[in-house]
């Protein structure tokens, strides 16, 4: 079936410094999403992107997350500076556009911040 | 939190068994979807059910959707030790279709 893929697989870096998480979204789809999972907890929403623009983010989306896929590329999510918080398993996901359609989702990104 | 607390559960069984795992809801949703997430990877969908269907099936899998007292079920007959993971229900909400996952049922099948 369709993949959504991510890169790094792993990111340790020091708190302070900055991160970009990269996703390959499935080619025909137009909505795309960054979820944060810290280990042994619910999935949560970070935000959604069409069409260029942020749609919609949670309150865990803090001022130093920003997202873009310039030019069609990898849809990045990057964090900077980095706090030991946003420490988690961060999945990617993309949908053909409207609500109900399936998310596919990457196997993620896990970053570790020191 | 959009899903009950009672969602959180681990389950181990042997392969062969049946198997059924509940969500219940507190904000009513017209869409129900379920997801499977092994270990190391992200969540795939298993099955997304309306709130005109009261069951869908797919395989081994059946869903179904109580709109009167808010919750869905994921039933797998016949379970293969390749069926263990956390399984999770969410619903997609708002206009941006972001999902809002619940606590999960582990799912271990022993072979």
């Known amino acids: 079936g369709p993949k959504v893929l991510q890169i790094p697989s792993h990111q340790i870096i020091d708190m302070g410094q900055m991160v970009t998480l990269n996703c390959d979204p499935v080619?025909?789809?137009?909505?795309f999403y960054w979820y944060k999972q810290i280990l042994g907890q619910q999935m949560e929403f970070l935000v959604n992107f069409y069409n260029g623009k942020v749609m919609e983010k949670s309150k865990l989306f803090k001022d130093q997350f920003s997202v873009e896929r310039p030019d069609g590329s990898y849809f990045t999510l990057k964090i900077q500076p980095t706090a030991l918080e946003d420490s988690a398993v961060y999945f990617c996901?993309?949908?053909?556009?409207?609500?109900?359609?399936?998310?596919?989702f990457g196997p993620g990104t896990r970053l570790t911040v020191l | 939190s959009q899903w009950g607390e009672e969602n959180l559960q681990a389950l181990s069984i042997q392969e062969g068994e049946d198997v059924t795992m509940n969500c219940s809801y507190k904000t009513y949703t017209t869409v129900v979807q379920w997801y499977r997430q092994k270990s190391g990877k992200g969540p795939a969908q298993l099955i997304l059910?309306?709130?005109?269907?009261r069951e869908k099936r797919s395989g081994r899998l059946r869903a179904t959707l109580d709109t009167s007292s808010q919750s869905s079920s994921l039933s797998i007959t016949g379970t293969l030790a390749t069926d263990t993971a956390v399984y999770f229900c969410?619903?997609?909400?708002?206009?941006?279709?972001?999902?809002?996952f619940g606590l999960g049922t582990t799912l271990q099948v022993q072979p």
């Open positions: 059910i309306r709130s005109n269907e």
């Open positions: 996901a993309s949908s053909l556009p409207g609500i109900s359609y399936e998310q596919y």
């Open positions: 080619s025909n789809h137009l909505y």
């Open positions: 969410a619903s997609p909400t708002g206009n941006t279709g972001k999902l809002i």
